[in-house]
C-alpha cells in the first residue's frame, strides 16, 4: 500500500508563494505518474495538476496554469507544487495523489489515481 503525505500548507497572502511537497513510502515512486487536486470549503475536489511518472510531462487547470508548477524529484521519492501569485480562491485542502503508470498520458479525474493522501490546508488572506 502506498502512503502519501502532504506537507507545506500555511496561512499566506494574497500575491505569496508556498511549496507543497508530498512524500511517499513506497519502492516504485519512479513508476507513478502523479497529481494534484484541491477542495475548498462547500465545493468538490477538483483537478489542479498532474505530472507523468519520468516528469517530463505537465498538465494544468486553466485556473492554476502559468502561476502554479507541479514537479517530481524521483531521487527523494517527492512531488511538489510551487505555488506563485496566490489568490484567495486558491484557499483549499491539497492532496496529492498517485498511480502506477508508465503512460505520457496524464490523469485529471479523480478515478484516475489509486493513492491518495490526507491533504494539506491552503489558506490565502486578501
Known amino acids: 500500500q502506498v502512503q502519501l503525505v502532504e506537507s507545506g500548507g500555511r496561512l499566506v497572502q494574497a500575491g505569496g508563494s508556498l511549496r507543497l511537497s508530498c512524500g511517499t513510502s513506497?519502492?516504485?515512486?519512479?513508476?507513478?505518474?502523479m497529481g494534484w487536486f484541491r477542495q475548498a470549503p462547500g465545493k468538490e475536489r477538483e483537478f489542479v495538476a498532474a505530472?507523468?511518472?519520468?516528469?517530463?510531462?505537465?498538465y494544468y487547470a486553466d485556473s492554476v496554469k502559468g502561476r502554479f508548477t507541479i514537479s517530481k524529484d524521483n531521487a527523494k521519492k517527492l512531488l511538489y507544487l510551487q505555488m506563485n501569485s496566490l489568490k484567495p480562491e486558491d484557499t483549499a485542502v491539497y492532496y496529492c495523489a498517485a498511480r502506477l503508470s508508465l503512460s505520457e498520458v496524464l490523469g485529471v479525474l479523480q478515478k484516475d489515481y489509486d493513492h491518495w493522501g490526507q491533504g494539506t490546508q491552503v489558506t490565502v488572506s486578501s
Open positions: 513506497g519502492r516504485t515512486f519512479s513508476a507513478y505518474a
Open positions: 505530472i507523468n511518472w519520468s516528469g517530463s510531462t505537465t
